[in-house]
């Protein structure tokens, strides 16, 4: 095959790939924050920021300004099913689409595609600085 059509095949497959990687559709970033006190600490965030809760199962808590609910912030305990609280949650579009790219490129899975009893399917994905993401989307 002529270099020049292997160049463009190169290009197309690169920029394909990112096309597939960009596709997911970020919906909403949001940081998870461990507590040893989910009352103590919503009241801060509450007192300092205003922030107020949006969702709690007892073990997380999602706050959010209610001027700007997709300002969130959540504080956990525990995670209830996965083995570690993760650094930031990651909504999008297509976590199936996300867990694929992440098992291409080779990166540790945490915790498994889960649909959970709370209305999310989600995995947990260590990023290469060792932050542990939770992508999901809700079902």
Known sequence: ??????????????SRAAAMIYDVGVRRVVPDLASTSL???QGFYSDVLGLQPVMDHGWIVTLADPERPASQVSLMTHDETAPVIPDVSIQVDDVDAC??????????????????????RRFFVRDPDGHVINVLSHL
Do not use: K, N
């Not at 095959?1 to 690169?14: D, G, S, Y």
């Not at 867990?99 to 999310?120: C, N, Q």
């Open 1 to 14: 095959m002529h270099e020049a059509t292997l160049h463009h095949l190169r290009l197309f497959a690169v």
């Open 39 to 41: 009352e103590a600490a």
């Open 99 to 120: 867990h694929a790219a992440a098992v291409r490129i080779g990166a540790e899975i945490v915790h498994p595609v889960t649909d959970e009893p709370w209305g999310v």
